[in-house]
């Protein structure tokens, strides 16, 4: 059965730092990573979608990197912002289109 | 990406009663697909729904407590029935567009008092 763990659970950092979130997976039989915040209250926004043969992809701030054969997934988040407070998911899709979440970290960014 | 829609975005509803929630997506779609967010949890699929077949659950639901009906290509109903407390979450629809990327409506928040 595949388990996603992320860590940490929280962050709480000052405005303008890196940071760096982690996820890992059980299982390296994935098809996909894909990384997610939710704001509260709230749906979910998609990030970055890693396809099981890539090695990362960059969006703007955010770059997330996947290593499956160590069931392991990061997503860099450059000068933080205020308004990059949400809490961030991980996801890995395995068969018949199932994704399993992590418990995601809720992150804070102080101005 | 997808445009998705859900109603009711909240709702507050008593024990042994039903809620039916709907979900709308802006275009043409295979699968569609529901997921409960319990309290302080992550998200569980509860069962993927196609168009013109039954609705496959995944283990721990079961279509008499969750029924779905999904009767075109766009849209598709998902009823809490019989709920207790237990079943207070948010309930969110999903669809895969492009590359397989998963897109989320902005989902139903229900409490059972």
């Known amino acids: 059965k595949q388990e996603v763990t992320q860590i940490p659970a929280a962050l709480s950092v000052p405005e303008g730092e890196n940071l760096v979130l982690n996820c890992s997976f059980t299982?390296?039989?994935?098809?996909?990573l894909q990384w997610f915040r939710q704001d509260p209250g709230k749906g979910l926004t998609s990030l970055l979608l890693?396809?099981?043969?890539?090695r990362e992809q960059t969006s703007g701030r955010l770059n997330a990197s996947l290593d499956k054969s160590s069931g392991r997934s990061t997503l860099y988040i450059a000068a933080s912002q205020p308004g990059d407070s949400a809490t961030y998911l991980c996801?890995?899709?395995?068969?018949?289109?199932?994704?399993?979440f992590g418990q995601g970290t809720r992150l804070t960014i102080n101005p | 990406s997808a445009v998705i829609s859900q109603k009711p975005s909240r709702d507050i509803c008593q024990r042994g009663t039903s809620l039916t929630i709907q979900c709308q997506v802006d275009s043409q779609v295979t699968m569609m697909f529901w997921y409960r967010q319990q309290p302080g949890q992550s998200l569980t699929l509860i069962a993927t729904?196609?168009?013109?077949?039954?609705?496959?659950?995944e283990s721990g639901f079961v279509i008499d407590k969750f029924p779905i009906s999904r009767p075109n290509l766009t849209f598709s109903t998902l009823t809490v029935s019989n709920m207790s407390p237990e079943d207070s979450s948010i309930y969110l629809c999903?669809?895969?567009?492009?590359?397989?990327?998963?897109?989320f409506g902005p989902g139903t928040r229900l409490t059972v008092t």
């Open positions: 890693i396809q099981s043969s890539q």
């Open positions: 299982d390296s039989a994935i098809y996909n």
């Open positions: 996801a890995v899709k395995v068969g018949a289109q199932k994704l399993v």
């Open positions: 999903s669809v895969i567009r492009g590359t397989d990327e998963q897109y």
């Open positions: 729904a196609n168009q013109g077949s039954e609705a496959t659950y």
